[in-house]
């Protein structure tokens, strides 16, 4: 029954720092700040990461200035 116990907490933590590795590697941004501000390249305006539209060209703040951008360059 100890060792149970013992195995849990093992498997517990092993879970925890796959979790707390896995979030850094993908939001290394906003692990200091909560929200991330962007701007978006077209229009300037700012919003926060999670919700801007990530491209090839930039971070914009929707697909209708995404390909309004993209179309005027090329
Ligand atoms: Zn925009």
Do not use: N
């Not at 720092?17 to 229009?43: F, I, N, W």
């Amino acid at each position: 029954m100890k060792y149970l116990l013992l195995f849990g907490i093992i498997m517990g933590v092993i879970w925890w720092l796959k979790l707390s590795r896995r979030s850094g590697d993908d939001q290394q941004a906003t692990l200091d700040e909560p929200q991330t501000m962007v701007r978006c390249l077209h229009c300037g305006l700012h919003l926060p990461s999670d919700e801007a539209l990530l491209a090839q060209t930039g971070i914009y703040c929707g697909k209708e200035h995404r390909d309004l951008h993209e179309r005027g360059h090329v």
